[in-house]
């Protein structure tokens, strides 16, 4: 398996909270990516990096913000969280831009 | 990928049976596809994966079939096994710019029945 650890595992926050989410690769892959997975839809692409302190918008990243200050750490922060943003988040990691290889497991994350 | 609602498409296999998952697609112009295995609790497992310059790709019991005409996939699993059961989706590259964009789609359910 991709070394690829994301942590929490789960967390139960409340309305209004800040929240970190984080990403750490042993791969040395260049290319980290955030998503989130709803039922009925697919995976969604919230932001994603393509290099130590380079990150770009996905599709879905009003209200979310990453950085990444070393190889391999990308995290993910909910400024303000909002029941919406209810989700399984799933960090994924390539050689390629754009095409995720590898995913981690997931952060179960509920707003209440 | 296909577009369902929030109920994913289901398929259940006797154990041995091959299996035919499908998946059709958004954009004529997609170069590659990936198709992943999710199982419960974990996250997305790459199987295959096929560029739009072939139509059919081969690994280990799993074939990638690519209809560029029709804009479908299909990933065919031989003699299907219990670990198999999990959710199979595709994804397609689309090539936008000096980019690309990868879209997912929301999966089909395999049960395998032993």
């Known amino acids: 398996d991709a070394g690829i650890t994301q942590s929490p595992r789960h967390k139960v926050t409340e309305t209004g909270t800040p929240v970190t989410l984080r990403c750490h690769q042993t791969?040395?892959?260049?290319?980290m990516y955030w998503y989130r997975q709803d039922p009925g839809h697919g995976l969604r692409l919230i932001h994603y990096s393509y290099g130590v302190k380079d990150t770009d918008k996905g599709e879905v990243s009003d209200g979310y913000s990453v950085s990444r200050s070393k190889t391999e750490d990308f995290l993910l922060t909910l400024e303000s969280a909002t029941s919406s943003q209810t989700s399984v988040y799933f960090c994924a990691i390539g050689n390629r831009g754009g095409q995720p290889q590898h995913f981690g497991d997931g952060t179960r994350l509920s707003i209440l | 990928g296909e577009s369902v609602g929030l109920h994913l498409p289901t398929l259940s296999v006797q154990e041995g049976d091959n299996s035919i998952i499908n998946c059709a697609y958004s954009n004529s112009a997609s170069d590659y596809f990936i198709w992943y295995k999710q199982e419960s609790g974990k996250g997305p497992q790459f199987i295959i994966d096929i560029r739009s310059n072939m139509d059919k790709r081969q690994g280990q019991r799993v074939t990638v079939l690519l209809n560029k005409t029709v804009k479908h996939l299909s990933l065919q699993i031989a003699a299907t096994q219990p670990g198999d059961s999990a959710v199979y989706f595709c994804?397609?590259?689309?090539?936008?710019?000096?980019?690309?964009?990868?879209?997912f789609g929301t999966g089909t359910s395999l049960t395998v029945i032993p």
């Open positions: 994804a397609e590259n689309f090539p936008r710019g000096t980019g690309n964009q990868f879209y």
């Open positions: 791969e040395n892959h260049r290319y």
